[in-house]
């Protein structure tokens, strides 16, 4: 699995503290920043998956302030350097990084810790249902079997 064209992983800062950490997610002048149209939380189980999923037009900032969470991404785009390839990775406290995902570009995401798994998502534009595609966990573009077991 190589790198997504156009998918950005960026380290963000956690401020830790005594009283409790500051976890920054996006800043304005960020070059992943791609204008801000809503933000949102989602969870997932452990071991349950979400997905697939490609939004259009709305470019995703994602960070995973609790839990642990795989993503999975896949290139459909036909005039992408990166067409039919994936990419996996793991967020968490731990692994405390920003996913940007541009427009065009499947993703699934699974829990993997016990207890609550929580991503932040800033959208570039408000959630529109009528801007996104879905798939079925199995289907006959995206092979990816780990999530099917």
Known sequence: MGLI?????????II??????????????ESSFAGFGEAYFSTV????????????????????PVGCIQFVLFDGRTGSKS????????LSP??????TVP???????KGR????????NIGSIP???????????KNDLINYQPFLI
């Not at 731990?94 to 996913?99: D, I, P, V």
């Not at 959630?127 to 966990?137: F, K, V």
Request: charged letters at 20%; one cysteine or more; a neutral charge.
């Open 94 to 99: 731990g692994n405390y990084q920003r996913l």
């Open 113 to 120: 810790s016990k207890g609550l798994n929580m991503l932040l």
């Open 45 to 64: 189980q452990c071991d349950s998956v979400k997905g697939w999923k490609k939004h259009r037009e709305m470019v995703l900032n994602i960070v995973v």
């Open 83 to 90: 067409y039919m390839q994936m990419q996996e990775l793991q």
């Open 16 to 29: 830790e503290n005594p009283s409790g950490n500051i976890m920054h997610a996006l800043k304005q002048h």
């Open 127 to 137: 959630h529109d249902p009528a801007e996104a595609d879905n798939l079925p966990l």
């Open 5 to 13: 064209e156009g998918v950005q992983i960026t380290p963000v800062k």
């Open 103 to 109: 427009p065009g570009v499947w993703m699934a995401f």
